[in-house]
């Protein structure tokens, strides 16, 4: 099993529309979850922090389930702009490890 | 936060040739990581460079084809080793501290011809 498991994609949704995204991790010691944003031909750069309570910012919104080790991000009311590849990361800290899912790509429709 | 300057942004070299990277942070950081991105994959994590130990390769590359130095907490380097086309790919440094977020490099744009 992958250590970081990310729905394949690609998405292609329309403006406006509501997208979530699934994301799975194996190693229970993983202790921090982050959705990362790359755009094309351009280094990875954090969309948002994921915590145990959830967490919201503006459309955006992520979720934490450690017992069944499952990440989640939900964007609402989307836009051309959010076309982008989105990767799952987990940092494994006792490990030293960073670890990216393979991403998946969203293509906002006009 | 921590900025990142990456170089060389691109190059074409030859095959058989050898091209180092360099990665310079703004504030000293513990953990500094050097990834692959093969076009239209995701980040594929080659080594962790800790400053003061030697740096952890994951399975499939070796210290011979990726040597790396971390001569100090804001600066590491990546040499990519007699080159082959099949290293064609984009090379990305990232740090991160503890357990947060991981910070990236502008990436290096790496073509062999």
């Known amino acids: 099993r992958k250590e970081v498991e990310q729905d394949p994609g690609p998405f292609n949704v329309p403006e406006g529309a509501t997208v979530a995204f699934n994301c799975t991790y194996s190693?229970?010691?993983?202790?921090?979850f982050f959705w990362y944003r790359q755009d094309c031909r351009k280094e990875p750069k954090l969309l948002m922090s994921v915590y145990s309570s959830g967490n919201e910012d503006g459309r955006f919104t992520a979720q934490l389930n450690r017992a069944s080790q499952y990440i989640s991000l939900l964007i609402r009311d989307s836009k051309l702009s959010d076309s982008a590849t989105y990767l799952c990361?987990?940092?494994?800290?006792?490990?030293?490890?960073?670890?990216f899912g393979k991403g998946t790509r969203l293509h906002i429709l006009p | 936060s921590a900025v990142i300057s990456q170089k060389p942004s691109r190059d074409i070299c030859q095959r058989g040739t050898s091209l180092t990277i360099q990665c310079q942070v703004d504030?000293?950081?513990?953990?500094m990581f050097w990834y692959r991105q093969q076009p239209g994959q995701s980040l594929t994590l080659i080594a962790t460079a800790n400053q003061g130990s030697e740096a952890t390769y994951e399975s499939g590359f070796v210290i011979d084809k990726f040597p790396i130095s971390r001569p100090n907490l804001t600066f590491s380097t990546l040499t990519v080793s007699n080159m082959s086309p099949e290293d064609s790919s984009i090379y990305l440094c990232?740090?991160?501290?503890?357990?947060?977020?991981?910070?990236f490099g502008q990436g290096t744009r790496l073509t062999v011809v």
């Open positions: 190693n229970s010691a993983s202790q921090s």
């Open positions: 990232s740090v991160s501290e503890g357990a947060t977020e991981a910070f």
């Open positions: 990361v987990v940092n494994i800290f006792r490990d030293d490890k960073i670890i």
């Open positions: 504030s000293q950081v513990t953990m």
